[in-house]
């Protein structure tokens, strides 16, 4: 899986947008860009995936560039209960790879703030 | 909505007492993850099922074994607990292709004393 680089920490005001970038320059064509999180002492919760085209969920937008070297993800109305660490991975997905297990980097600590 | 439920969230076991951690998911997913998750270390794969009674160890699977036996329920047995077996522990579940997305529970923070 390709490396990712995200920023180690992140404020946002409650009700405003959060933007969370994460590079992955070194991405390949059949590698998918998703994003969990994890708050507090809780499983890991999955938010979005996409491979080029921008998604949006329920939960949030994932926009990514074109050259899909970097990407971010959008929480549009940012609420207390969405402080959590952010992970960003890119991933192969097709069948019959072996490449299964997730690995999470160090993420990024999105603090929501009153 | 996919749910995975995990037995137990905390757990306080004694050296050398069998510990058994209980996933259930109620999306008839074929494939089931047991991750161990500790500081500074990240997620560790532990064992993996991709389909009943069928299991493949991960990185780490000393000290631990599963068993499958129904498609919904997937379970990881410490034979005997050791108190470097303190940890987060994660089921996740995904289905079709063992690539597919991972849908996890809640976790087991077990302590062993």
């Known amino acids: 899986d390709a490396k990712t680089t995200q920023p180690t920490s992140m404020d946002c005001a409650e009700g405003r947008a959060a933007n969370l970038p994460c590079n992955h320059s070194t991405i390949s064509g059949n590698e998918y860009v998703y994003w969990y999180r994890q708050i507090h002492s809780q499983g890991p919760q999955y938010i979005i995936h996409?491979?080029?085209n921008n998604e949006t969920n329920e939960m949030a937008s994932l926009i990514i560039t074109e050259d899909r070297k970097s990407s971010t993800l959008i929480l549009p109305h940012a609420t207390l209960r969405d402080t959590a660490v952010y992970y960003c991975?890119?991933?192969?997905?097709?069948?019959?790879?072996?490449?299964?297990?997730?690995?999470f980097g160090k993420g990024t600590l999105l603090t929501v703030n009153p | 909505d996919v749910k995975v439920t995990q037995s137990s969230r905390y757990l306080v076991k004694r050296t050398g007492e069998k510990v058994f951690l209980e996933c259930v998911q109620d999306?008839?997913?074929?494939?089931m993850f047991w991750y161990r998750q500790d500081p500074g270390l990240g997620l560790r794969l532990i064992y993996f099922s991709y389909d009943v009674k069928m299991k493949e160890k991960g990185d780490i699977p000393e000290g631990y074994s599963v068993s499958r036996e129904k498609k919904e329920r997937f379970s990881l047995i410490l034979e005997s607990a050791s108190t470097n077996q303190t940890s987060m522990y994660l089921c996740?579940?995904?289905?079709?292709?063992?690539?597919?997305?991972?849908?996890f529970g809640p976790g087991t923070r077990l302590l062993v004393l």
């Open positions: 996409g491979l080029k």
């Open positions: 991975i890119v991933r192969v997905v097709w069948s019959g790879g072996s490449n299964y297990k997730l690995t």
């Open positions: 996740a579940s995904s289905s079709g292709s063992m690539q597919e997305t991972q849908y």
């Open positions: 999306m008839d997913h074929e494939n």
